[in-house]
């Protein structure tokens, strides 16, 4: 271990724990319970989806967020150095390295979807988008998103608000922001869901959500998808829970916090699911159109619900307010290792990383004009980046942390969390070594054919 770059400098930290359950939630809700899990789910059946996708949360999200929290809150540093203070071996560290890629990765081509959210929350306020007929929301949009320069101007709009944010720090930035938007977010989704479910023929659309069909449990592609989804929507292995535990102060509990979080996201993504459904089945939309859903089949919906336009305005502030919330700790992630292991100040590491990420995710949205033929078995750019980082870069290094904590590091890792001695722990124990490691290992080989 070089000891030369892992310098002690008084480290920042949350007021108190409900600070960091509500800046955690913050960072897990975002654009994955909203705009990625309505189309994953529709896409792969709904409710036999979602009986999966809660399988993936108890069984591999709860264990890892708590494998990874019990690092960053023990060592106390980024998501990389956090792994090199407690690991000799080098792959380890692999683990930790992964996820500020893959967090990076995705902040490329997530901020460009952020920055479609922002756009259409103008176009609802403004009422432009209302002047369109229900049937010009697919032209809209297509014709909206492959224009070389207006996504790009509103995704950099993205940046420059996130940066803000990250620039003033863990607790007058990151914090603040988190208790001021993440209650309200959780106030509007609710009121979505109870005027999606109170709407005129929202029984299909809840029963696509909430009555599986257990047939489909046979195809190999639910599996990943739920997976991905799982890592996707809880930021699991891309060093989020390192970093925020690294800011929490030892004297208080993770188990209960880490489960706070799973719990608050995974609410999230099925009420938001309530409010979209119902709506796209009374309307006889199809809910597999892919990651165009909330962007073409919502606003048509919106266009003809009663009070629509006003609901329409805030699910689209929603959208914006909730990728804004969960790019910050995608920015936050990157900046805390590059302010440890360059030096930089906070400012100076967040605008360069935001910079950084900008020009990164403008091929993503180029993508879906200029390059549109640039393909890969059917994905386009964003949506291949996607892929790659969510199916595969953060199971893996997923699967690294399990490893680590459950055959390296288990005995410093209970009393971290204090569950030493308590069936709770062994059993968060063996799922590390055992259940984590091989349901990815699983899933991976199913999805190439060789189970
Ligand atoms: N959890 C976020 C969501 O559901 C997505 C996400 C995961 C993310 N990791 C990230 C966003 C890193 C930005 C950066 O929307």
């Known amino acids: 271990m070089s000891t030369e770059n892992v310098r002690r400098t008084p480290r920042e930290q949350w007021r108190s724990q409900t ?16 705009w990625r899990f309505s189309y994953v789910a529709g896409e792969n059946g709904g409710a036999t989806f979602l009986v999966v996708y809660l ?9 890892l ?19 090199r203070v407690i690991a000799r071996e080098r792959i380890w560290i692999g683990a930790g390295a992964l996820g500020v890629i893959g967090s990076y990765l995705i902040m490329c081509f997530y901020l460009v979807i952020a920055g479609w959210a922002l756009k259409y929350f103008f176009g609802a306020v403004s009422g432009i988008l209302w002047r369109l007929a229900a049937r010009q929301y697919g032209h809209y949009f297509d014709a909206f998103v492959a224009s070389p320069w207006e996504p ?4 950099l709009a993205m940046v420059i608000l996130v940066v803000a944010v990250v620039a003033r720090g863990v607790r007058g930035g990151i914090e603040r922001m988190a208790r001021a938007v993440t209650p309200v977010l959780a106030v509007i989704v609710a009121g979505l869901a109870i005027y999606g479910v109170a709407h ?21 592609d639910l599996y990943l998808a739920a997976l991905g989804q799982a890592f996707f929507s809880l930021s699991l292995g891309m060093g989020l829970y390192v970093t925020y535990g690294s800011y929490l102060g030892r004297e208080h509990r993770l188990p209960r916090a880490v489960a706070a979080v799973a719990a608050g996201d995974t609410l999230m993504s099925i009420v938001a699911g309530m409010a979209v459904f119902p709506a796209v089945f009374a309307f006889g939309l199809d809910p597999a159109s892919g990651p165009s859903l909330v962007f073409v089949t919502l606003p048509q919906v919106f266009l003809e619900m009663p009070a629509g336009r006003a609901f329409g305005a805030l699910f689209f502030f929603l959208l914006a307010a909730a990728a804004l919330s969960a790019s910050i700790s995608g920015i936050e992630i990157p900046t805390a290792y590059a302010m440890r292991r360059l030096s930089w100040s906070r400012q100076r590491s967040a605008i360069v990383v935001g910079a950084t990420v900008f020009v990164g995710g403008v091929p993503a949205s180029l993508g879906f004009g200029l390059w549109a033929d640039v393909q890969w078995e059917h994905r386009g750019i964003l949506e291949s980046m996607d892929y790659i980082v969510s199916n595969v870069i953060l199971p893996l290094g997923g699967m690294l942390t399990a490893l680590f904590v459950g055959w390296r590091w288990a005995k410093p890792a209970l009393r971290e969390t204090s569950l030493e001695g308590t069936i709770m722990g062994v059993a968060w124990i063996w799922s590390l070594r055992a259940v984590v490691p091989l349901v990815i290992l699983a899933i991976f080989m199913r999805a190439v054919g060789l189970i």
């Open 152 to 155: 790009v101007a509103w995704q």
């Open 55 to 63: 399988g993936a949360i108890l069984l591999i999200g709860l264990p």
């Open 200 to 220: 005129q023929g929202a029984g299909r659309g809840l029963s696509f959500l909430f009555a599986p069909d257990w047939t489909r449990l046979l195809g190999a």
């Open 19 to 34: 600070s960091f359950v509500m800046a955690t939630i913050g960072a897990a809700v975002g654009l994955g319970n909203i």
């Open 65 to 83: 967020a708590l494998a990874e929290a019990a690092i960053g809150r023990h060592s106390q540093y980024d998501a990389v150095a956090s792994y």
